[in-house]
């Protein structure tokens, strides 16, 4: 199945500071990708949706100036958290959309990225 | 958007089949179910997905009734590492050909020894 990837796994930071976290599609091209969030004990909630080559789209309530998108290629899309706070601490999770031309066109989810800011 | 209703928990012994119940009501027409896992502390893996028709793959099958207000996954031969939490989402379209999922509590299945 479909591959995708995440770096870093973990990361802990000073709170202020900016954390970059990569998805890449490893084995298929993405167009469409995805980014989570996830607290403890809650279901995954949609933070936007990433586009190759264009702007993400940003749901409801999330800061677009603080939760920086950058879509570059094919096979990576990168979410900078910026002036992280301890509110930040979460499970951030990406997803590439395996596109085929079909309409089941399937999503493949990375491994996550536990952040924690101090 | 569809949304779909599940149980919060759920047992199973293992070797049993595990039988996870979704409705989805307000489906409409051309959306699609899909299932996904997340095992703690991990991503969602995905598990199957159909529009109509009953679909089966090597991880599980996926019975969808006939009016397509809810559906059933089925794990035929449960194991311990089969304990997750479930997701049951109806495909949300977007655009084109791209797609974003909305998931909701899912359903917390134990399988035990």
């Known amino acids: 199945g479909a591959v995708v990837s995440q770096h870093p796994s973990r990361v802990i930071c000073k709170s202020g500071t900016s954390v970059k976290i990569e998805c890449r599609s490893l084995d298929f091209q993405a167009t469409t990708m995805f980014w989570y969030r996830q607290f403890p004990k809650q279901s995954l909630m949609l933070m936007a949706t990433s586009n190759e080559g264009s702007k993400a789209t940003y749901e409801q309530g999330v800061e677009k100036d603080k939760f920086l998108i950058n879509h570059a290629s094919l096979t990576l899309s990168t979410l900078t958290v910026t002036s992280a706070h301890p509110e930040d601490s979460s499970f951030y999770i990406c997803?590439?959309?395996?596109?085929?031309?079909?309409?089941?066109?399937?999503?493949?989810f990375g491994p996550g990225t536990r952040l924690t800011v101090l | 958007d569809a949304k779909t209703t599940q149980p919060t928990s759920m047992d199973c012994a293992e070797g049993r089949a595990a039988n996870l119940p979704c409705n989805h009501s307000t489906i409409s027409g051309n959306e699609y179910v899909y299932w996904y896992r997340q095992i703690h502390s991990q991503g969602p893996q995905y598990i199957i997905h159909?529009?109509?028709n009953n679909e089966t793959n090597e991880m599980a099958s996926l019975i969808i009734t006939e009016d397509r207000k809810s559906s059933t996954l089925i794990l035929p031969h449960a194991t311990l590492r089969d304990t997750a939490v479930y997701y049951c989402i109806v495909r949300f379209p977007v655009m084109d050909s791209s797609y974003k999922l909305i998931f909701g509590s899912g359903t917390r299945l134990l399988v035990r020894p």
């Open positions: 159909g529009l109509k």
């Open positions: 997803s590439a959309v395996q596109e085929s031309g079909l309409s089941t066109d399937t999503q493949y």
